[in-house]
């Protein structure tokens, strides 16, 4: 009888702290003992989809600040510019969350890059910096790489398309071409066009960006569920998608480690690495490695591939930009190789590119923060350990600042000389000390590809197709499957065989 009180006034006592909440610290929706807010949460999500657009419609009721229980986890939402940049800018929001998701996903421990905080983090980030850097990140070599790349993928483009008469899917178009820049990096290995291997693989970032979304999803939220529903958690799913990514990864290293080389990819830098510090405390090991794999490889993959299929749509949907973007190519490259040092010169493309990549929120949420000790933001007391989920959408889709956000204008971004407008409301890669570390790989990938794309090709939507207007949701946002025309510019066609494009 005593056991039954103590149980019955202990779940009492532990559901009045599951939801009371500290001095001074935001309000938000209501809260449930054990559920938190997830009933109200995924009713809105039913209601609007998307994440960014559930904090944002929360964010019209509490406030730009506002606390939210998501299961088991404590976060706070965080909206607009002043409160989103000192979340991204103040060490104190410099962690990353922990918990059962993040840790499944890592040999159940804390490893990689994109999850990981404190000395391991400042170790592993200044280790990849470096080695990207040697790999030819933001010099002349990797240029050549993802001119190679490019042009390998115009080849095909060209061939598949049959003279522009053959419609062609867009959704994972530049899936492989963009992993082979990063991975020639990473492992010093390339994949051809129709590697079924990395097709599979590719399939499995697109369907696991899909099912997760930013706080880990409900395996982090509610980590028993993995126990009541296994299958409908998506505890399976993952585990199969990690199973294979990992045998994958393993291969790779493994290759390595019986190669002799002079080759300096990052895999191999790293079994160095391993090597020099077997006998340090240092966070060098196999498994880390292979997890560092697995956060490049996602982190790099899908964001970049999203924006280019965000691209072309924009251009299908927006003829008049691209017949401008064709002009400043015509004027400033002609049928010469484009080359990234035409960057600059190329002013329109790439106020086009800045407004697709803050129109299209390929990264609403950034990647979630933690706090790492009790602080202070705007007027509120944030304690230590919070997730805490800044909105890029809401600064990028802010009315006041930009005036007519949901239009697709290019020329918001550029002068009246038509110079470049770097606006500080623009941050797709994120801001701070955890900023992007691909942003130099991803925006050359991304210049690259498109204005060798638009050098060659014209853009058209088939006949009868319609666009896809509805996005799909998860840790990123990308546009739903749709097809295009790649008419071959005519006065191109002789110099493609000149340069082999
Ligand atoms: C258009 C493409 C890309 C976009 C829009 C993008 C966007 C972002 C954003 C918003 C963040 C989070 C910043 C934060 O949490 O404060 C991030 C982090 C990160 N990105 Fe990218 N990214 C892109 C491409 C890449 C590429 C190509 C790589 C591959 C090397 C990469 C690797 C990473 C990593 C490792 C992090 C975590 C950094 C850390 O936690 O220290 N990203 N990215």
């Known amino acids: 009888m005593i056991f039954v009180v103590a149980v019955i006034l202990f779940f009492i006592i532990f559901c009045i702290f599951d939801i009371i909440t500290p001095d001074k610290y935001p309000v938000g929706p209501k809260r449930f003992p054990l559920f938190g807010s997830y009933l109200e949460i995924r009713k809105l999500r039913k209601k609007l989809v998307f994440y960014h657009l559930v904090w944002d419609h929360l964010a019209q009721q509490f406030g730009q600040v506002f606390s939210v229980k998501l299961g088991r986890i404590e976060a706070v939402v965080v909206s607009g510019y002043d409160a989103v940049r000192q979340v991204l800018c103040k060490d104190d929001f410099d962690g990353r969350p922990d ?87 990473l492992a010093g290995q390339r994949f051809n066009l129709y590697d079924a291997k990395l097709a599979k693989l590719m399939e499995l970032v697109h369907v696991s960006f899909r099912m997760l979304d930013m706080s880990g999803g409900i395996l982090n939220q509610m980590p028993f569920i ?8 998506g505890y399976r799913d993952i585990e199969h998608i990690l199973n294979e990514f990992y045998s994958f990864l393993r291969g790779s290293v493994e290759e390595h480690k019986h190669e002799v080389s002079d080759e300096d990819d990052l895999i191999c830098a790293f079994l160095k690495e391993i090597e020099k510090n077997k006998e340090s405390t240092k966070s060098f090991s196999e498994e880390q490695l292979l997890v560092l794999l697995l956060d490049l490889f996602l982190a790099g993959s899908e964001t970049t591939g999203s924006t280019l299929s965000f691209v072309v749509l924009h251009l299908l949907r927006h003829q008049d930009v691209q017949a401008k973007v064709h002009a400043e190519l015509d004027a400033m490259v002609g049928d010469r190789e484009v080359l990234l040092s035409d960057k600059n010169k190329l002013t329109y493309l790439e106020a086009t590119l800045m407004e697709v ?89 991304v210049f690259m590809f498109v204005a060798k794309l638009l050098q060659n090709f014209e853009l058209r939507v088939p006949n009868g197709v319609q666009l896809p207007t509805n996005h799909q949701e998860g840790v990123t946002i990308s546009p739903s499957p749709f097809s295009a025309l790649f008419i071959p510019r005519r006065h191109h066609l002789h110099n493609h065989q000149n340069n082999k494009i």
């Open 357 to 445: 990549q803050r129109h299209s929120n390929v990264a609403p949420l950034a990647i979630a923060h933690r706090t790492v000790r009790k602080t202070s933001l705007q007027e509120y007391i944030i304690p230590n350990n919070t997730l805490i989920l800044a909105s890029i959408w809401s600064v990028h889709m802010d009315k006041q600042h930009w005036g007519d956000p949901e239009t697709f204008r290019p020329e918001r971004f550029l002068d009246g000389s038509g110079k470049i407008i770097n606006d500080s409301w623009f941050i797709p890669f994120g801001i701070g000390r955890r900023r992007c570390l691909g942003e130099v790989l991803a925006k050359t990938n």
């Open 99 to 185: 918990g059962f998701f993040f840790r499944f996903r890592a040999f159940y421990k804390r490893l990689g890059i994109v999850f990981v905080d404190g000395p391991v983090w400042t170790e592993q980030r200044k280790f990849c910096m470096q080695h990207l850097r040697k790999m030819g990140l933001g010099g002349d070599l990797m240029e050549r790489l993802i001119s190679e790349e490019v042009n390998d993928l115009m080849l095909d483009i060209k061939k598949r398309s049959n003279n522009g008469n053959k419609q062609i899917e867009v959704y994972g178009l530049f899936d492989v071409s963009v992993l082979n820049g990063l991975w020639t990096m």
């Open 226 to 233: 993995r126990y009541l529903a296994p299958k409908c958690s």
